[in-house]
Structure formats: C-alpha cells, structure tokens
C-alpha cells in the first residue's frame, strides 16, 4: 500500500470511531427523553 492509501485508511476509520460515538450519545438523549416523558406522564 502507499503512504496515501495508509493515511486515508486511517482518516476512514477515525471519522467512522467518531461517527459511531455520535450515534451513542444521540441514542442515550433519545432514551433520556423517553423516559422522562415516561415519569412526566405517569405523574411523577
């Protein structure tokens, strides 16, 4: 492999690392506001 194609391999993987943290904390806000509306309703 060149140089070019090692550095791009790694600049795909590290964008793919941050994307996938991305979808994490998007997906706990998610449940976060899914279970407060859950209280909210049920009185609490």
Not at 5 to 13: F, I, K, Q, T, W
Not at 18 to 41: E, K
Request: glycine share 12%; charged share 25%.
């Amino acid at each position: 492999m060149t140089v070019t194609g090692d550095v791009g391999a790694e600049r795909r993987r590290r964008i793919r690392a941050r994307n996938r943290a991305l979808l994490a904390v998007l997906l706990g806000l998610v449940v976060l506001f899914y279970v407060v509306s859950i209280v909210r309703l049920s009185g609490g």
